[in-house]
């Protein structure tokens, strides 16, 4: 199993970014019972690469702006059935993740807004036979998900324990024994779609 990265940043105090870079892959992991030849689990590597960056700029009195993308690809066998005749040879190829989001944070209101849309492709190849050689049968999907997210923070003075503090007699208790709370309330419009490619 090996796994690469890197990151970078931003040197500027108005805008500011993230920046990482990943791969990792892994080659057939072992079993305990070794059922199978040579002691491994057949068909069961994986690689996977990401790609992430996150720039946010700050608006001062308008509060601050936020664009996300978000990239991965996935490739990976899947391991066929045990204790039956007839298992699959499969491979989840060209499995792809991406998401994109630009948010808002107002810095006047307690409002912060997020529009995204994500889209996820895959390719699943199955085989003749356990030697992967032969592609019998080959399956493409896309499924995209659309959204609008509006979240309201609202912050709350509640009292602390009364085991910790003294409360006077009429229920009402100082300020100094008050602590910060906070409650939200998110409202978020989703559309999905699934789009078989054959």
Known sequence: MGQAGARSASPYQAL????????TRADSYPVSDNREQGGERTNADYSRSQLFWR???????????????????????????????????????????????????????????????SEYDFT???????DYDTV?????????????????TIHLALPHSPRACHIPKNNIPPLRLLRPAIAGLSITLISRQRLPIK
């Open 16 to 23: 500011s970014h993230r920046l990482s870079l990943a791969h």
């Open 55 to 117: 720039a946010t700029y700050d608006h001062s009195q308008l509060g601050d702006t936020s664009l996300l993308v978000l990239r991965t690809q996935n490739d990976k066998g899947l391991p066929p059935q045990l204790g039956t005749d007839d298992p699959d040879f499969e491979r989840l190829t060209g499995s792809d993740r991406a998401v994109y989001a630009i948010s808002h944070q107002f810095a006047q209101i307690p409002v912060s807004v997020k529009v995204f849309h």
């Open 124 to 130: 699943l190849k199955s085989y003749d036979n356990a």
């Open 136 to 152: 019998s049968k080959l399956e493409r999907g896309n499924a995209q998900t659309q959204g609008l997210r509006a979240l309201l």
